[in-house]
């Protein structure tokens, strides 16, 4: 009997058996990247009495693979790929993260200063032609100047880098890019055309959803609840600091690739812009219609409206 308080103190200072960690699959130097590296750095997740287990992966579709098969548990993606693989029997669901980001740049001393001037011109488009910033800005010069847009310039797909590089040696007129590439044009002086988040309002949805969140299997999340919740609670806090009067920016040059303070404010503006709201399902409904009408089946797959279970 006289064991027992010993034993007590020995079994006291054990560790506490490790949490099942969450395996996260992000893209190499993509802006999730920048919060789950904070996260970590401040150990935001042990305070909340999680593991965040970042796996870095190559690209969209090795995302798609790794979180289908099972390598990982959340994504980041969009809704609509959700929707779509819903409807194909896939126990998907997505919680917000950020809002639509991107924008249309012009070289500063352009005379393109309306949608309507990009006619004839050669714009680049990141993404491919179901790129969702894309599909609005083609929906947005239809209701601004009856303008078909996909036929009115000369279209350029490809990668970000690529595009930008074409857009300052002057092969191109104008560039539709994700807000991460706009940021060093614009440190260089290019003139931003258009805010790719301010086109929803303007097509008549005033609560526009956020399109990019994290992916998961439903049946993960049923048995996964606590995780999740204390998830988004670390990463509310993660980016409560990063947007913080005196947070050092310069921590992340490396996974920013900032090199000047003018590209890093630009970085840190851009990121605390994209924080989500709630998801309004009547306007994610609509929002769904909209591309789906534009993008057809390639980009929606078989389901012509929004899958019961898209919004977690």
Known sequence: MRLAPLLIVLL????AAAAEPIRLGLLAFGTAQWEIETMRSHRLDDVHGIQVRPQELAGKDSAAVALLGGTVDAVVGDWLWVSRQRAMGHDLTFVPWVGMTGALLVPEASPVR???DLAGRKLGVAGGPLDKS???LRALAARRHGMDLDRAVNKSY???PLLAQQLEAGRLDALLTFWPSAVPLEAKGFRRLLDVAAI???LGLETPPPLIGWIFHSGWAASHRAEIEAFRRAEAETR???CAPGFDWTGLDRLTRANDARTREGYRAGFCAGMPGMADLDS???LYALLAELGGEELVGPSPVLQPGTFW
Do not use: D, V
């Open 12 to 15: 006291s200072a054990l560790p």
């Open 114 to 116: 309306t949608l309507a």
């Open 134 to 136: 894309w599909l609005l």
């Open 158 to 160: 490809g990668a970000p």
């Open 200 to 202: 929803p309002a303007e």
């Open 240 to 242: 409560t600091l990063m």
């Open 284 to 286: 994610a409904r609509r």
